[in-house]
């Protein structure tokens, strides 16, 4: 399975201390340059970052310089915008996003995505984590991760945390 990913989803994980989360989900997820870069730029975690890159489960692709890439720039980041166009190079069987206009524009070319939440889920269906509360409230209060109060009740109704 190819597997793509924004800089979102891996910094907010990183930043509460659970990349193993992805890293029972998934054998490797490959990230263009850029997220690399944006990655990093989380200085405190540089060594954790490092060490997943040195495992061979973050694989980094040089960026892409394609039309693509530069129309998808005047809507997006570069992160994003890399992250897409990747997500097509390699055939990816799916892309992990979780700004909006992001999915947006990779859902209209017909990519498959998922976000953090959807990731929580598939964790908690394979028991890879007990509950998604808990990591959703630190997600919130440590790597300042927005969710909407409709969005994190779905989420709780849908992983039986909540009726």
Not at 44 to 59: A, G, S, V
Not at 107 to 124: H, R, T
Not at 140 to 162: D, P
């Amino acid at each position: 399975m190819i597997v793509i990913s924004d800089t979102s989803t891996l910094s907010g994980l990183i930043l509460i201390g659970r990349i193993d989360i992805l890293t029972h989900i998934f054998n490797q997820i490959f990230i263009p340059k850029t997220i690399k870069e944006e990655l990093l730029s989380l200085i405190k975690y540089r060594k954790e970052i490092n060490d997943l890159i040195n495992k061979k489960f973050i694989i980094i692709k040089d960026d892409i310089q394609s039309e693509l890439v530069n129309d998808l720039a005047g809507l997006l980041d570069k992160g994003e915008a890399q992250a897409i166009t990747l997500s097509i190079e390699l055939n990816a069987d799916l892309l992990i996003m979780d700004e909006m206009k992001g999915r947006t524009v990779a859902k209209a070319i017909g990519l498959n995505v998922i976000g953090l939440l959807g990731l929580l889920i598939i964790a908690k269906r394979k028991n890879i984590i007990e509950e998604v509360k808990p990591i959703m409230d630190e997600l919130k209060q440590k790597a300042g991760f927005w969710v909407g109060n409709n969005l994190y009740e779905s989420v709780l109704i849908k992983t039986g945390e909540k009726k």
